[in-house]
């Protein structure tokens, strides 16, 4: 972003003063009709001081603030406290918010469009309409009037922002003038308020038409949908690049969530998969698949490591499943003609040719080493929204898809049989590592209490997903947590509120430090999950806080998605 970060790191404290001695309804009193309401999500892109942040969270919204300066970003964490979720982020990227995979009800760009280069404004506009819900608001304030003070800022328009609206489709619902709240003669502001139509949703329509309408001699097509949808849904943290317009993932994840997704079927229930069974399934081979067949679907967890044989094994399984994939559903999933086609996916190769490995961890770096899967960003943002709706739909016609399969009419197949080889993860599978970890410590005389209340833990202990597992199925070490019968049932599939994460913050953190902190592999394991299950960890993250911080704002994003009651 094109905004004097240096001039507000050096002045911080004293424009945050300068802020706060003025009160949000007489700065922003020309779009009063406008306000967000109890909650409404709120986005505050430059929040500065954290005045109006605060303000809107008094009113009841949910209130997230970008700020790109880390000391306005300190101060304003100040003046607001725990009331508002604070990120370091800037326009025009807006990389970090758009992890998150939340719509806002209203958007406020205040006080800081001048400081953006017009160079990069379509593109920061484009990025913030993005981010709206159907009938949310986007209100930029616009200040006329050069800086004495040695920022930098450039001319702004109502005209020019009329234009962005229009190329993105929003509708301009109120445009007001204004004196300078500090009584500067000099500075005048203008303000612009956008809707964003609730007309529907293009890639939705798009993606049930692949569902239900698409040709298919196999569930190739389905596979790859779902495999996708668990993908965006389960792993923000793994865009290796955002540009474009499009999206990139590690090829590797989705290869491995191509194997993990037809594991039960083939391997627990021999499910034909094609019309043609005489023709096999390409990603099934001698030297790959045939010889990991004691692997369960979630051994195949992000963060495993394997060895030798079944290392070799895993990877030509990968490779396997690439070569199916090219071929099969990327290569016949598109728009247009046949002549014309628009594939919605393609494939990158890796920057370097990739060699088997005798050893592997199933980490960021090994899926990357295969390539890039692309796909247009509005899909991938479609998957990430819209995962809890689609993927039924997903799973439904996988069923009535392999019923209609010759094999599996002459074997009778129940219908339940298909639905359960379809269960993505079993809840209790991964919990056994949380329970052997708790007896270790418990043999070590070490004393254990749960997380939400500092309770002394006894043999009758639960362990809860702090993300419940019945909207967000994740059996990761940092969402599993030790926590007390009554507690856990109490809660049920519920999320904590802010509240309550914030007051058992240092309980959380210390119960990963004691459990996953002091072995090297645990601890690998423990940060390869966080890394590419929530929004905005480097791969090379091993800071718990920051975890933390990354759990709160997954919470947020799944709340906001799924609209999940509150414990």
């Known amino acids: 972003m094109s905004m004097p970060s240096t001039f507000y790191d050096e002045n911080s404290r004293q424009l945050s003063k300068q802020y706060n001695d003025l009160e949000f309804e007489t700065v922003h009193n020309s779009w ?87 160079t990069h404004r379509a593109r920061a506009f484009r990025k913030l309409s993005n981010l709206l819900s159907p009938n949310g608001k986007l209100v930029i304030s616009l200040r006329h009037g050069e800086f004495s003070d040695g920022r930098k800022g450039y001319p702004v ?30 500075v005048t502001w203008q303000t ?19 569902i239900v309408n698409d040709s298919k001699s196999s569930t190739y097509k389905l596979g790859l949908l779902r495999v996708l949808l668990r993908i965006a849904d389960a792993h923000p943290g793994c865009v290796m690049d955002r540009s474009d317009a499009e999206v990139s993932i590690p090829l590797g994840l989705v290869a491995l969530y191509w194997i993990k997704a037809y594991k039960r079927l083939i391997d627990r229930e021999n499910l034909q998969q094609n019309s043609n069974s005489k023709l096999g399934l390409a990603f099934i081979t001698a030297d790959g698949w045939e010889k990991i067949p004691h692997l369960l679907a979630d051994d195949l967890a992000v963060g495993s490591l394997f060895y030798g044989e ?14 199916t994939m090219k071929e099969g559903p990327i290569k016949f999933i598109y728009s247009g003609s046949l002549v014309d086609k628009n594939q919605e996916f393609t494939m990158q190769p890796p920057l370097k040719r990739r060699r088997e490995q005798s050893s ?19 899909l991938w943002d479609c998957f990430r929204l819209y995962n809890s709706w689609i993927e039924p ?53 070490v004393d254990l209490t749960s997380v939400w209340s500092n309770t002394k833990l006894t043999q009758d202990y639960h362990v809860d997903h702090c993300l419940p597992f019945a909207y967000w199925p994740n059996n990761d070490k940092w969402n599993l947590l030790p926590t007390t019968k009554k507690e856990n049932l109490n809660k049920k599939d519920r999320l904590p509120n802010r509240v309550r994460l914030v007051d058992s913050k240092h309980r959380v953190l210390d119960w990963w430090q004691l459990a996953w902190g002091d072995d090297i592999n645990h601890s690998q394991r423990f940060f390869t999950e966080a890394s590419l299950s929530l929004p905005n960890i480097p791969p ?4 718990f806080e920051q975890v933390f911080e990354a759990m709160g704002l997954q919470i947020s994003g799944v709340k906001s998605r799924l609209l999940v009651g509150e414990w």
């Not at 009329?162 to 300078?180: M, P, Q, Y």
């Not at 070799?312 to 490779?319: L, M, N, P, S």
Request: charged share 30%; with cysteine.
């Open 32 to 118: 009063s009709m406008f306000w967000p309401s109890r909650g409404e999500r709120v986005l505050d892109v430059g929040a500065g001081s954290g005045r109006d942040a605060l303000w809107m969270a008094n009113r009841g919204a949910d209130v997230i603030a970008i700020e790109p300066s880390l000391s306005m970003l300190s101060e304003g964490r100040k003046t607001t406290g725990s009331k508002v979720t604070w990120l370091s982020d800037e326009l025009p990227s807006l990389k970090k918010i758009e992890n998150l995979a939340i719509r806002f009800d209203l958007i406020l760009v205040s006080a800081v469009w001048m400081h953006l280069a017009p």
């Open 157 to 186: 328009s109502v005209e020019e922002i009329e234009v962005f609206a229009k190329d993105t489709a929003l509708l301009v619902k109120h445009i007001s003038s204004s004196e300078d709240s500090r009584e500067r003669k000099e």
């Open 192 to 210: 612009v308020v956008m809707s964003l139509p609730d007309d529907g949703s293009g890639d939705l329509n798009k993606v049930r038409h692949i």
């Open 310 to 323: 079944e290392a070799k094994a895993i990877q030509k399984t990968i490779q396997a499943s690439i070569r």
């Open 360 to 378: 592997i961890c199933l980490d960021s770096a090994f899926f990357e080493s295969f390539g890039a899967f692309v796909l247009k960003e509005s």
């Open 393 to 445: 739909l997903v799973v439904n016609q996988w069923v009535m898809q392999m019923q209609r399969f010759e094999l599996n009419k002459q074997n009778k197949i129940m219908l339940q049989t298909y639905h359960n080889a379809l269960v993505w993860l079993e809840k209790d599978h991964d919990t056994k590592d949380v329970r052997k970890r708790v007896k270790e410590l418990q043999e070590n005389n």
């Open 540 to 543: 090379q993250c091993s800071d």
